[in-house]
């Protein structure tokens, strides 16, 4: 009760600078180690992790109506703040499920939280790039679009090269495991994806039949 | 208690119904919108409303508007071709000459019969397309016949030869189009003889489909639709000798296109990286689902061509940078609605247009409205490269409507180039024109770097040494020899 009543500013300061930029940072040098050491030494915070994710959805919203006007033709005014960020949000549940089902059936030995926290350190690289993007694009003409090319490029490549890694170590596979588990996760996500959409498309079905009954009892009784 | 439970499940049923009623859009009426952009069409103000629908009542000397087909405008006549006989007007629709019977070259006396395309040159020769009779006839401006051509010579056909429109060109060449004939516009020399086919259409077959027809059987096959290069529908050279023709397909990216004397097309892409096409949002499914069937096209003497979609009954028009201005028209019984337009031609300098519908038997002059006007008279002075008189026409424009791209754009521009990079901005990015906009942004960063980066660099500078000082100064005072305590 009394811990939880005294916050400790400094402590706080620290931690997050502990979790959100130091460790990551000890991530992107030596990622094998890094990633092991969040399975095996309980390295990593998985608070941390949430708030990447949160930031990522963020940016995902600054970037659609806040990225320059040379290097965007998203038209704000017709955006959807909340489906922006579900679907970051979307697309990050899909593919740690996705990958977690694979690896249940593969004999990977991660965990969802471990495959969540790749997953976001994995984006880190990406996170700082995007931010940098955002902020260079108000700065740049056009002529010196291929620098911010160049940056999102970085990010994606880190996004693959920290995404692989950290996969092989937490499910303890080997490379060609490793690219076999990730093509059965794009096979896995197809499939969730497909299930989804024939729900929804059933249940839209189902929708409309229950209207034109009732609108059919309208007709005929009223 | 059952009549309240009834009216319960009345409200809750209709509620139900409210929610999932679908939002219904008036097709009908006139249509007037823009193209903005991929999000689709923007209201615009009316750009053309009706003066006066002409039937063959309000026209003194014609019996009948039957089976029209056609129109020219030339040196201040309209030549309208109607089932029997090829009618002159003038701009106040007073009948100057019906051309109905003609002498043949061989003396026997010979009526005009279903004439499709006519055109006329500057000194007044009047080409008439027959296809029924399978030729063209040449009239001389008091209307004597001058040339029969039946099928041009060289010109080797397995179907009947139909000319269905021809244009003809300064040096008397002639451009016809015919029915059944895939490989493109006939050109055909002063004396009938064929040159060659003008641009031509090539067929793209993906290899997919190139697949299919390989493992397909021969019956299968037959089955199949052919893969026939497009068909021209209609055609209008300009002033300069460029021929805009459209393309009545569905299959093309570009149904509409502007061809050199090579028969290349060279029409451009707006800046906005769309072709003209009519449409450029329309729905799939329905009644008049799909891209616009475009069936007549005419152009103007500073570079505007509008172009007739008998799909909706639209016309659209666009300038010479295919950027599309204004649209109106619609299906529809109403003045200003059309049921089966044939034939859109402008009026002369008075940017009137002409719009004959076949069902109807009437021809409908429409008159541009202030918006339209003011956007002709800036398309006018840019194609004469008068910019800066142009850009007064289009700031009334864009007070007309705010949604008005092209208007944007080019005030945008003309502020760039004029050095007022801030107000350029402000237009350009309205309407993500990023190429300009990028430019302009280049020429204020500038301008800011220069005002700022000085009074930065001092700050910067100032802001180091004191650092520095307070440093040295703490150190001072920590490692100091008691004074301080003192």
Redesign the interface.
């Known amino acids: 009760m009394q811990k939880a009543s005294s916050f400790d500013l400094k402590k706080w300061w620290k931690s997050v600078l502990d979790e959100g930029i130091r460790f990551p940072l000890y991530m992107m040098g030596k990622p094998f180690k890094a990633f092991s050491d969040i399975k095996y030494e309980n390295k990593g915070s998985l608070p941390a992790c949430i708030t990447f994710l949160f930031i990522l959805m963020l940016l995902s919203v600054l970037c659609q109506s806040y990225t320059g006007?040379?290097?965007?033709?998203i038209?704000p005014r017709?955006m959807n703040i909340w489906m922006t960020m579900a679907g970051v949000l979307i697309q990050t549940v899909l593919l740690c499920v996705a990958n977690w089902s694979v690896s249940v059936l593969t004999n990977g030995s991660g965990s969802f939280k471990e495959i969540f926290m790749v997953a976001m350190y994995a984006q880190y690289p990406y996170m700082w790039l995007r931010a940098l993007y955002l902020v260079l694009s108000h700065?740049l003409?056009?002529?010196e679009a291929p620098l911010l090319n160049f940056c999102m490029s970085l990010a994606i490549i880190g996004i693959v090269f920290y995404g692989f890694i950290g996969l092989v170590s937490v499910h303890g596979y080997g490379f060609f495991q490793g690219i076999a588990s990730v093509i059965f996760t794009v096979i896995a996500l197809v499939i969730i994806i497909f299930v989804i959409l024939m729900l929804v498309s059933m249940g839209s079905e189902l929708?409309?039949f229950v209207?034109t009954v009732?609108?059919e009892?309208?007709l005929h009784?009223? | 208690m059952r009549k309240k439970i009834k009216k319960y499940l009345l409200c809750l049923l209709t509620g139900l119904m409210a929610l999932a009623a679908p939002l219904t859009v008036s097709a009908e009426g006139t249509s007037n919108y823009t193209v903005t952009s991929v999000y689709g069409n923007k209201k615009a103000p009316v750009a053309y409303e009706v003066e006066k629908v002409y039937h063959s009542t309000d026209i003194e000397g014609v019996d009948n508007l039957d089976s029209l087909t056609s129109m020219f405008v030339r040196n201040d006549l309209i030549y309208v071709a109607t089932g029997q006989a090829i009618l002159v007007l003038d701009f106040d629709f007073n009948l100057k000459h019906v051309l109905s019977s003609y002498k043949d070259v061989n003396g026997s006396d010979a009526s005009i019969s279903n004439p499709a395309g006519i055109y006329v040159t500057e000194e007044g020769t009047l080409y008439v397309c027959e296809p029924d009779k399978s030729h063209v006839l040449i009239f001389d401006r008091d209307y004597n016949l001058l040339q029969n051509y039946g099928m041009p010579e060289g010109l080797d056909l397995s179907v009947a030869y139909k000319p269905t429109q021809i244009v003809v060109d300064s040096l008397d060449r002639m451009y016809i189009i015919a029915t059944n004939i895939y490989e493109g516009i006939l050109e055909v020399s002063s004396d009938n003889k064929f040159q060659r086919y003008f641009g031509t259409t090539t067929i793209s077959v993906s290899p997919i489909d190139l697949f299919f027809r390989m493992i397909a059987s021969e019956e299968q096959r037959s089955g199949q639709s052919l893969l026939l290069p497009t068909e021209y529908t209609s055609m209008t050279i300009s002033d300069r000798g460029f021929i805009y023709s459209t393309i009545r397909s569905t299959e093309v990216e570009n149904p509409i296109r502007l061809l050199n004397v090579n028969g290349d097309d060279i029409m451009p892409e707006n800046w906005q990286g769309m072709e003209p096409q009519g449409d450029v949002n329309y729905t799939l499914v329905g009644e008049a689902a799909g891209p616009s069937s475009l069936s007549y096209i005419d152009c103007n003497d500073y570079g505007m061509y509008m172009v007739l979609d008998v799909l909706r009954n639209r016309i659209f028009t666009y300038d010479q940078s295919s950027n599309i201005l204004f649209v109106f028209g619609g299906s529809g019984d109403k003045d200003g609605c059309f049921r089966t337009p044939v034939s859109v031609r402008w009026m002369g300098e008075s940017n009137k247009v002409l719009v004959a519908d076949s069902l109807s038997r009437s021809i409908t002059v429409m008159r541009p409205t202030n918006y339209a006007a003011a956007i002709f008279e800036a398309v006018k002075l840019e194609a004469e490269g008068d910019r800066e008189s142009a850009v007064e026409y289009w700031r009334q424009a864009l007070a007309m409507n705010n949604n008005c791209t092209v208007a944007k754009d080019a005030i945008g521009r003309e502020l760039y180039w004029e050095g007022d990079y801030k107000g350029a901005e402000r237009y350009l990015k309205d309407i993500y024109r990023t190429d300009y906009y990028s430019m302009a942004f280049e020429k204020t960063r500038e301008e800011f770097i220069r005002a700022y980066a000085p009074a930065g660099v001092v700050i910067l500078a100032v802001l180091i040494v004191a650092v520095k000082v307070l440093r040295r100064v703490r150190s001072n005072r920590k490692g100091g020899n008691g004074y301080a305590k003192g």
């Open positions: 006007a040379i290097f965007t033709k038209d017709y700065v003409s056009l002529e929708v409309s209207q009732g609108r009892i309208v009784y009223f």
